[in-house]
């Protein structure tokens, strides 16, 4: 039995993404005041009275406007209602009970799921205002009255939340997931590929560069494992990057490959390469993470039988620094070849984690430096004692040697290409550490 999960919903501007941050113990949810902010479902671990269980941080449900982002967003809002165990009704003790509040109220009785009702922006313990009494007028039970920006009255919610939960199972411990970054910059079909490999409208999609703006996770559980697929906003150039909203944006993209296992590097066919493709994917490189190169929009590119031969070069071109990633070509939009990328993604994340025994590195060593001799300066020859892998995720190996000015960056990537190839290291980057005799550190 998956972990209770439990929805936090309302109108606009009422503190739910402050709600969100403070359960979860962790800025994840970008607050502002600014309506709409949230817009795609984010989905967070909380623990409380020894249960664990998620929680969904929703767009802002505005019943009746029909702006195109603000009908997604209730319907997002929509959908996780449908999926919670729990709804938490947020309203704003400061507006007081509004027209909006009451068609949430509403919409939510009809769902038929535990509703409770909470008083956001009470930052004064003690007794409440009189105005908190009217919170009873929407028929949803006792309010709770909770401030998300100090901490007041959420243990009260919390308890009350989890009178709610289904019986525990002993099945509720989560399994090791891979965790996948969709990054680039923005307009290259992250969402598009998010929502077309979980088989449902998960974010939104939009012609509006900037539409994403939080990193949004979505797990999938398959045939070829178990992932987290993390949605990020795209990384524009800092020049171009104004809005307060979207520097923040821009930073949770970083954080998201910070935390991914495996991040996928989106391009847009109809473009190739750019400068802004080679800085995103260089983030991903540095990180250590194993990396995928997929040229999205596939379908809209004009081909004859050397399309994707010749493509590929471009793209090898243009990301020369990560020859070991490998390239797909697909369509989010037709759905052409994306059953292709979990296969890939497990494969480089297993190459990510790879531990090679010492002795079969020196193996590899003896041949490669029998095949190659290590250079020499003014009659001082390089001599290579051992090599030994010093950690994972990238795989790094560590090189003993007489005299590390005489280990050129050239045989470091030599010998770094004898162990991929014959390792299979694809899709993960290697560090090479050169360590000289009588080195302490």
Same mark, same amino acid.
């Given at each position: 039995?998956?972990?209770?999960?439990?929805?936090?919903?309302?109108?606009?501007?009422?503190?739910?993404?402050?709600?969100?941050?403070?359960?979860?113990?962790?800025?994840?949810?970008?607050?502002?005041?600014?309506?709409?902010?949230?817009?795609?479902?984010?989905?967070?671990? *909380?623990? $409380?009275?020894?249960?664990?269980?998620? %929680?969904? &941080?929703?767009?802002?449900?505005?019943?009746?406007?029909?702006?195109?982002?603000?009908?997604?967003?209730?319907?997002?809002?929509?959908?996780?209602?449908?999926?919670?165990?729990?709804?938490?009704?947020?309203?704003?003790?400061?507006?007081?009970?509004?027209?909006?509040?009451? &068609?949430?109220?509403?919409?939510?009785?009809?769902?038929?799921?535990?509703?409770?009702?909470?008083?956001?922006?009470?930052?004064?313990?003690?007794?409440?205002?009189?105005?908190?009494?009217?919170?009873?007028?929407?028929?949803?039970?006792?309010?709770?009255?909770?401030?998300?920006?100090?901490?007041?009255?959420?243990?009260?919610?919390?308890?009350?939340?989890?009178?709610?939960?289904?019986?525990? &199972?002993?099945?509720?411990?989560?399994?090791?997931?891979?965790?996948?970054?969709?990054?680039?910059?923005?307009?290259?079909?992250?969402?598009?590929?998010?929502?077309?490999?979980?088989?449902?409208?998960?974010?939104?999609?939009?012609?509006?560069?900037?539409?994403?703006?939080?990193?949004?996770?979505?797990?999938?559980?398959?045939?070829?494992?178990?992932?987290? =697929?993390?949605?990020?906003?795209?990384?524009?150039?800092?020049?171009?990057?104004?809005?307060?909203?979207?520097? =923040?944006?821009?930073?949770?993209?970083?954080?998201?490959?910070?935390?991914?296992?495996?991040?996928? %590097?989106? %391009?847009?066919?109809?473009?190739?390469?750019?400068?802004?493709?080679?800085?995103?994917?260089?983030?991903?490189?540095?990180?250590?993470?194993?990396?995928?190169?997929?040229?999205?929009? $596939?379908?809209?590119?004009?081909?004859?039988?050397?399309? #994707?031969?010749?493509?590929?070069?471009?793209?090898?071109?243009?990301?020369?620094? #990560?020859?070991?990633?490998?390239?797909?070509?697909?369509?989010?939009?037709?759905?052409?070849?994306?059953?292709?990328?979990?296969?890939? %993604?497990?494969?480089?994340?297993?190459?990510?984690?790879?531990?090679?025994?010492?002795?079969?590195?020196?193996?590899?060593?003896?041949?490669?430096?029998?095949?190659?001799?290590?250079?020499?300066?003014?009659?001082?020859?390089?001599?290579?004692?051992?090599?030994?892998?010093?950690?994972?995720?990238?795989?790094?190996?560590? *090189? =003993?040697?007489?005299?590390?000015?005489?280990?050129?960056?050239?045989?470091?990537?030599?010998?770094?290409?004898?162990?991929?190839?014959?390792?299979?290291?694809?899709?993960?980057?290697?560090?090479?550490?050169?360590?000289?005799?009588? &080195?302490?550190?």
């Amino acid at each position: 039995m998956s972990k209770p999960t439990v929805a936090i919903v309302g109108r606009p501007n009422v503190g739910k993404s402050q709600l969100f941050n403070r359960l979860a113990g962790q800025r994840l949810s970008i607050v502002e005041d600014t309506p709409g902010v949230t817009r795609d479902r984010l989905y967070a671990e *909380c623990e $409380w009275r020894g249960r664990v269980f998620s %929680i969904i &941080d929703t767009g802002g449900i505005e019943p009746s406007n029909d702006n195109e982002i603000l009908k997604f967003m209730r319907y997002q809002a929509e959908t996780a209602i449908h999926h919670a165990d729990v709804i938490i009704f947020i309203t704003d003790l400061r507006t007081g009970v509004t027209a909006s509040d009451a &068609d949430v109220a509403a919409m939510l009785q009809r769902s038929g799921k535990p509703i409770v009702l909470a008083v956001n922006k009470c930052d004064k313990p003690g007794a409440p205002e009189p105005e908190f009494y009217e919170f009873y007028n929407l028929g949803l039970g006792e309010p709770f009255g909770i401030s998300a920006l100090h901490g007041y009255g959420t243990g009260d919610l919390l308890d009350e939340v989890y009178q709610y939960f289904p019986p525990e &199972d002993e099945d509720d411990a989560d399994d090791d997931r891979i965790r996948v970054a969709l990054i680039g910059k923005p307009n290259v079909g992250k969402s598009s590929l998010l929502n077309r490999v979980l088989g449902e409208e998960r974010v939104i999609v939009s012609n509006v560069a900037g539409t994403t703006r939080d990193s949004v996770d979505a797990r999938l559980d398959n045939q070829y494992g178990k992932f987290t =697929f993390i949605d990020t906003a795209g990384i524009r150039r800092k020049s171009r990057v104004e809005e307060k909203i979207e520097k =923040f944006s821009v930073m949770r993209s970083l954080l998201a490959v910070e935390r991914a296992d495996v991040c996928v %590097i989106m %391009i847009d066919a109809t473009e190739g390469v750019t400068e802004q493709d080679t800085k995103v994917a260089g983030e991903a490189h540095n990180a250590g993470k194993a990396c995928i190169i997929v040229v999205n929009k $596939w379908d809209l590119v004009d081909k004859d039988g050397g399309t #994707m031969k010749e493509y590929t070069l471009r793209v090898r071109e243009g990301l020369a620094y #990560m020859p070991y990633a490998p390239v797909l070509f697909l369509s989010a939009k037709t759905g052409q070849r994306v059953d292709k990328i979990y296969e890939v %993604i497990r494969h480089v994340y297993e190459q990510n984690h790879k531990r090679i025994p010492t002795g079969q590195l020196n193996s590899i060593l003896a041949e490669a430096t029998a095949r190659v001799q290590p250079p020499t300066d003014k009659g001082r020859r390089l001599k290579i004692y051992y090599m030994t892998q010093a950690g994972v995720c990238p795989p790094t190996f560590v *090189c =003993f040697c007489n005299d590390a000015r005489l280990f050129h960056f050239s045989y470091q990537r030599y010998l770094e290409n004898q162990i991929r190839e014959v390792f299979d290291l694809s899709g993960t980057p290697v560090r090479m550490v050169v360590r000289q005799r009588g &080195d302490k550190e």
